[in-house]
């Protein structure tokens, strides 16, 4: 079972200059501190879930192939979730083992990890 929606991933680094049709982006932070980047659109996986006795199967990963292929269909460059993580589970190294990187450093504080992958 997968939800996705339209997103937005921001390279605020310029890693990704070689991709064309970015938007230049920018806002103050809560320090009013001025960040920039460049905006494109991405595919946002909102939930992702495959059953806990066929996770070995490969389900999960044929789902993110096919997610890739239509986001790449419909001009988004980049796949974008938040990995969930707690205790008991964590979703991060699925999304590792899947060509995601993360989008931030990962805070306890937080039950989720930003993540994203080229398509």
């Not at 605020?12 to 103050?28: A, H, L, R, T, V």
């Amino acid at each position: 079972m997968f939800v996705i929606s339209p997103g937005i991933f921001v390279d605020n680094d310029g890693e990704f200059q070689d991709i064309p049709y970015g938007k230049p982006w920018s806002y103050f932070d809560e320090d009013a501190q001025m960040q920039s980047g460049t905006m494109y659109p991405s595919l946002e996986i909102d939930y992702l879930a495959v059953r806990k006795d066929v996770r070995e199967c490969g389900y999960g990963s044929r789902i993110i192939e096919e997610l890739s292929l239509r986001a790449k269909k419909r001009n988004f460059f980049f796949l974008t979730v938040d990995a969930y993580h707690t205790k008991g589970y964590s979703a991060i190294p699925f999304y590792e083992k899947q060509g995601f990187f993360a989008l931030q450093e990962y805070s306890e504080e937080f039950n989720t990890l930003r993540m994203a992958r080229r398509v």
